[in-house]
Protein backbone atom coordinates (compact mmCIF):
# COMPACT_ATOMS: atom_id res chain seq x y z
CA UNK A 1 0.00 0.00 0.00
CA UNK A 2 1.39 3.59 -0.67
CA UNK A 3 1.83 5.49 1.98
CA UNK A 4 2.96 9.44 2.75
CA UNK A 5 3.28 10.69 5.66
CA UNK A 6 4.18 14.45 6.20
CA UNK A 7 5.92 15.98 9.32
CA UNK A 8 7.62 18.86 10.72
CA UNK A 9 4.78 21.54 10.26
CA UNK A 10 4.05 23.90 12.80
CA UNK A 11 3.94 27.54 14.06
CA UNK A 12 6.76 30.07 12.76
CA UNK A 13 7.36 33.81 13.53
CA UNK A 14 7.19 35.74 9.57
CA UNK A 15 10.51 35.69 7.74
CA UNK A 16 11.66 32.28 9.70
CA UNK A 17 12.11 28.95 8.31
CA UNK A 18 10.70 25.73 8.33
CA UNK A 19 11.60 22.07 6.67
CA UNK A 20 8.81 19.67 5.86
CA UNK A 21 9.36 15.86 5.17
CA UNK A 22 7.93 13.47 3.63
CA UNK A 23 8.23 9.76 4.57
CA UNK A 24 7.33 7.62 1.80
CA UNK A 25 6.99 3.77 1.79
CA UNK A 26 4.74 0.85 -0.51
CA UNK A 27 6.35 1.55 -3.32
CA UNK A 28 9.93 1.84 -5.79
CA UNK A 29 10.74 5.77 -4.59
CA UNK A 30 13.39 6.32 -6.38
CA UNK A 31 11.32 5.72 -9.84
CA UNK A 32 9.06 8.55 -9.04
CA UNK A 33 9.00 12.27 -9.01
CA UNK A 34 7.26 14.12 -6.33
CA UNK A 35 5.52 17.09 -5.47
CA UNK A 36 4.81 19.38 -3.00
CA UNK A 37 0.50 21.10 -2.93
CA UNK A 38 -0.76 23.47 -0.47
CA UNK A 39 -3.95 25.01 0.54
CA UNK A 40 -4.33 27.97 2.47
CA UNK A 41 -7.51 28.00 5.27
CA UNK A 42 -10.92 27.82 3.17
CA UNK A 43 -8.84 28.35 -0.27
CA UNK A 44 -8.10 26.29 -2.82
CA UNK A 45 -4.78 23.90 -4.39
CA UNK A 46 -1.89 25.24 -5.23
CA UNK A 47 1.10 23.63 -6.77
CA UNK A 48 4.42 24.63 -5.20
CA UNK A 49 7.13 22.31 -6.09
CA UNK A 50 8.54 19.27 -7.74
CA UNK A 51 11.40 17.04 -8.20
CA UNK A 52 12.17 14.60 -10.43
CA UNK A 53 13.22 10.87 -9.58
CA UNK A 54 16.71 11.26 -9.05
CA UNK A 55 16.83 15.04 -8.21
CA UNK A 56 18.13 16.35 -11.53
CA UNK A 57 15.53 18.91 -11.83
CA UNK A 58 13.38 21.02 -10.26
CA UNK A 59 10.67 23.15 -10.66
CA UNK A 60 8.78 25.69 -8.18
CA UNK A 61 6.06 28.03 -8.53
CA UNK A 62 6.36 31.64 -8.71
CA UNK A 63 5.14 32.04 -5.20
CA UNK A 64 8.12 30.36 -3.37
CA UNK A 65 10.75 30.28 -6.08
CA UNK A 66 13.88 31.71 -4.29
CA UNK A 67 12.31 30.79 -0.84
CA UNK A 68 11.63 27.14 -0.57
CA UNK A 69 13.75 24.31 -1.73
CA UNK A 70 12.81 20.76 -2.09
CA UNK A 71 14.96 17.97 -2.22
CA UNK A 72 14.50 13.85 -1.86
CA UNK A 73 17.24 11.48 0.00
CA UNK A 74 16.02 8.10 -2.32
CA UNK A 75 18.15 5.79 0.58
CA UNK A 76 16.04 6.60 2.85
CA UNK A 77 12.23 7.08 1.06
CA UNK A 78 12.69 10.79 2.07
CA UNK A 79 10.97 13.85 0.28
CA UNK A 80 12.31 17.16 1.83
CA UNK A 81 10.50 21.12 1.63
CA UNK A 82 13.34 23.67 3.24
CA UNK A 83 10.97 26.85 3.34
CA UNK A 84 13.15 30.18 4.27
CA UNK A 85 11.71 33.47 4.33
CA UNK A 86 8.10 32.55 5.40
CA UNK A 87 5.23 35.28 4.86
CA UNK A 88 1.71 34.86 6.25
CA UNK A 89 0.71 34.51 2.70
CA UNK A 90 2.76 30.81 3.40
CA UNK A 91 0.25 29.63 6.09
CA UNK A 92 -1.24 26.20 4.29
CA UNK A 93 -2.00 22.52 4.76
CA UNK A 94 1.45 21.02 2.90
CA UNK A 95 0.42 18.01 0.50
CA UNK A 96 3.11 15.81 -0.67
CA UNK A 97 2.27 13.52 -3.64
CA UNK A 98 3.45 11.35 -6.02
CA UNK A 99 3.54 12.31 -9.63
CA UNK A 100 3.24 10.18 -12.56
CA UNK A 101 4.46 10.34 -15.94
CA UNK A 102 1.56 12.35 -17.27
CA UNK A 103 1.75 14.89 -14.78
CA UNK A 104 -1.22 13.50 -12.56
CA UNK A 105 -0.73 13.09 -8.31
CA UNK A 106 -2.03 9.28 -7.74
CA UNK A 107 -1.57 9.14 -3.69
CA UNK A 108 -1.10 12.12 -1.41
CA UNK A 109 -0.47 12.48 1.67
CA UNK A 110 -2.59 13.55 4.60
CA UNK A 111 -0.79 17.34 5.46
CA UNK A 112 1.23 19.31 7.28
CA UNK A 113 0.21 22.70 8.91
CA UNK A 114 2.16 25.39 8.51
CA UNK A 115 1.20 28.62 10.68
CA UNK A 116 3.29 32.07 9.63
CA UNK A 117 2.12 34.42 12.40
CA UNK A 118 3.76 36.53 14.87
CA UNK B 1 0.96 30.27 -13.85
CA UNK B 2 -2.99 31.53 -12.96
CA UNK B 3 -5.18 29.40 -11.82
CA UNK B 4 -7.53 27.20 -14.06
CA UNK B 5 -11.23 28.67 -14.14
CA UNK B 6 -13.49 26.45 -12.48
CA UNK B 7 -17.38 27.91 -11.60
CA UNK B 8 -17.48 27.88 -8.01
CA UNK B 9 -20.23 25.56 -7.49
CA UNK B 10 -22.50 23.92 -9.07
CA UNK B 11 -26.03 21.79 -7.56
CA UNK B 12 -27.70 19.32 -8.29
CA UNK B 13 -30.58 16.41 -6.63
CA UNK B 14 -30.00 13.07 -6.31
CA UNK B 15 -29.61 11.18 -9.48
CA UNK B 16 -29.37 14.21 -11.79
CA UNK B 17 -25.98 14.52 -13.59
CA UNK B 18 -23.41 17.77 -13.07
CA UNK B 19 -20.60 19.21 -15.11
CA UNK B 20 -17.96 21.33 -14.32
CA UNK B 21 -16.26 23.23 -16.19
CA UNK B 22 -12.18 23.90 -16.42
CA UNK B 23 -10.91 26.59 -18.49
CA UNK B 24 -7.05 27.32 -19.21
CA UNK B 25 -5.03 28.27 -22.05
CA UNK B 26 -3.12 27.18 -25.06
CA UNK B 27 0.32 26.20 -22.92
CA UNK B 28 -1.94 24.24 -20.23
CA UNK B 29 -5.74 22.48 -21.07
CA UNK B 30 -5.18 23.06 -24.88
CA UNK B 31 -1.81 22.02 -25.57
CA UNK B 32 -1.58 19.07 -23.70
CA UNK B 33 -3.73 15.82 -22.86
CA UNK B 34 -2.33 15.77 -19.19
CA UNK B 35 -5.64 17.22 -17.08
CA UNK B 36 -6.55 15.55 -13.84
CA UNK B 37 -9.61 15.85 -11.65
CA UNK B 38 -9.22 15.45 -7.62
CA UNK B 39 -12.02 15.43 -5.38
CA UNK B 40 -11.85 16.62 -1.91
CA UNK B 41 -14.01 16.39 0.79
CA UNK B 42 -13.72 18.20 3.96
CA UNK B 43 -10.91 17.93 6.36
CA UNK B 44 -8.98 15.03 3.94
CA UNK B 45 -6.34 15.11 0.94
CA UNK B 46 -7.90 15.21 -2.54
CA UNK B 47 -8.31 12.41 -3.93
CA UNK B 48 -7.24 11.24 -7.76
CA UNK B 49 -10.79 10.70 -9.83
CA UNK B 50 -10.18 11.40 -13.54
CA UNK B 51 -6.21 11.81 -15.37
CA UNK B 52 -5.10 12.11 -18.85
CA UNK B 53 -8.30 13.91 -19.44
CA UNK B 54 -11.19 11.06 -19.46
CA UNK B 55 -9.11 7.68 -17.95
CA UNK B 56 -10.41 6.77 -14.13
CA UNK B 57 -8.56 4.68 -11.67
CA UNK B 58 -10.07 1.62 -11.32
CA UNK B 59 -11.61 2.45 -7.49
CA UNK B 60 -13.78 5.67 -9.37
CA UNK B 61 -17.05 4.35 -10.51
CA UNK B 62 -18.20 5.46 -13.93
CA UNK B 63 -20.37 7.96 -13.15
CA UNK B 64 -17.38 10.00 -13.65
CA UNK B 65 -16.12 11.11 -16.46
CA UNK B 66 -14.13 13.50 -18.18
CA UNK B 67 -13.76 15.15 -21.44
CA UNK B 68 -11.83 17.75 -23.22
CA UNK B 69 -12.24 20.59 -25.94
CA UNK B 70 -9.86 23.39 -27.16
CA UNK B 71 -8.97 25.08 -23.97
CA UNK B 72 -12.03 23.55 -21.64
CA UNK B 73 -11.68 20.27 -19.87
CA UNK B 74 -14.66 18.88 -18.19
CA UNK B 75 -15.94 17.12 -15.76
CA UNK B 76 -19.28 15.14 -15.43
CA UNK B 77 -21.19 13.36 -12.25
CA UNK B 78 -23.88 11.38 -13.59
CA UNK B 79 -26.55 9.74 -11.34
CA UNK B 80 -25.46 12.38 -8.42
CA UNK B 81 -25.41 10.51 -4.42
CA UNK B 82 -25.26 12.12 -1.37
CA UNK B 83 -21.56 10.84 -1.32
CA UNK B 84 -20.42 13.14 -4.27
CA UNK B 85 -20.99 16.15 -2.44
CA UNK B 86 -17.28 18.04 -2.14
CA UNK B 87 -14.93 20.08 -3.86
CA UNK B 88 -13.53 19.06 -7.06
CA UNK B 89 -10.30 20.18 -8.62
CA UNK B 90 -9.04 20.32 -12.09
CA UNK B 91 -5.08 20.66 -13.42
CA UNK B 92 -3.27 20.71 -15.83
CA UNK B 93 0.71 19.93 -17.07
CA UNK B 94 1.97 23.34 -18.36
CA UNK B 95 4.52 24.57 -21.11
CA UNK B 96 6.54 25.31 -18.05
CA UNK B 97 6.89 22.04 -16.97
CA UNK B 98 4.81 22.85 -13.91
CA UNK B 99 1.35 21.58 -12.77
CA UNK B 100 -1.74 24.02 -12.78
CA UNK B 101 -4.89 23.75 -10.34
CA UNK B 102 -8.01 24.72 -11.44
CA UNK B 103 -9.82 27.35 -8.91
CA UNK B 104 -12.32 24.57 -7.28
CA UNK B 105 -15.52 24.00 -7.53
CA UNK B 106 -18.20 22.74 -4.27
CA UNK B 107 -21.03 20.07 -5.78
CA UNK B 108 -23.73 20.56 -3.68
CA UNK B 109 -26.17 17.44 -3.99
CA UNK B 110 -29.85 19.36 -2.60
Known amino acids: EVRLVESGGGLVRPGGSLRLSCAASGFTFNTYSMNWVRQAPGKGLEWVSSITSSSSFTYYADSVKGRFTVSRDNANNLLFLQMDSLTVEDTALYFCARRRVTYYLDHWGQGALVTVSS | QSALTQPPSVAGSPGQSVTISCTGTNFDIGAYNRVSWYQQSPGTAPKLIIY???NRPSRVPDRFSGSKSANTASLNISGLLAEDEADYYC??????????FGTGTKVTVL
Open chain 2, 52 to 54: EVS
Open chain 2, 91 to 100: SSYTSSDTIV
